[in-house]
């Protein structure tokens, strides 16, 4: 140990020009720079490495979250826009059904209403001619009997009874001044 203390003190006066000037001494300098870049390259190997592979992973993590984010949102809106455009399909779709449904509707009604007034044409009509053969029937049922009444009251006038053909004429005549009068 002598020998180190000698070989400092030997530098340190043979030092006074230079860096010894400044009050450095140039040995102790180069310990700490090689203690420095000894220190430098252990954290640089087992700790900078890792800590900085670290951070570049959870930078890169971070950056795949927020395009990740993005492109949810990006996806988010295309389904949204997708969703409005089926809702809007669907919406025009039960438009033109609905409508659909409604022509259907008042067309059946108008059919129906159609064969209703068929309908009660058809029976007015029936009715109309069954009327006019009962007034047709009634009419000979009643010429019938004025037939049988003329017949009547012309036998209590004249007193002798009157054959058919003799009866008719008078009825016609008859029958004829009625339909002037």
Do not use: C
């Not at 420095?36 to 930078?59: E, G, T």
């Amino acid at each position: 140990m002598l020998q180190l203390t000698q070989i400092t003190y030997a530098a340190d006066t043979s030092s006074s020009s230079g860096l010894g000037s400044l009050g450095i001494d140039g040995k102790a300098f180069i310990i700490q720079l090689v203690t420095f870049l000894l220190a430098f390259w252990v954290l640089q190997h087992w700790a900078f490495k890792p800590i900085l592979k670290i951070m570049d992973q959870r930078r890169k993590t971070i950056e795949d979250g927020v395009t990740l984010g993005e492109q949810m949102k990006q996806e988010k809106a295309a389904l949204q826009a997708k969703v409005e455009e089926t809702i809007a399909k669907a919406r025009t779709e039960a438009d033109g059904i609905i409508a659909g449904a409604n022509d259907t509707a008042r067309q059946a009604i108008r059919d129906a209403e159609e064969k209703a007034q068929e309908k009660a044409s058809i029976i007015v009509k029936e009715g109309e001619e069954r009327a006019s053969a009962e007034m047709v029937r009634a009419r000979k049922k009643l010429e019938g009997q004025i037939v049988g009444w003329v017949s009547d009251a012309t036998e209590a006038i004249i007193g002798e009874k009157v054959d058919a053909k003799k009866d008719t004429d008078i009825v016609d005549r008859f029958l004829k001044e009625q339909k002037t009068a």
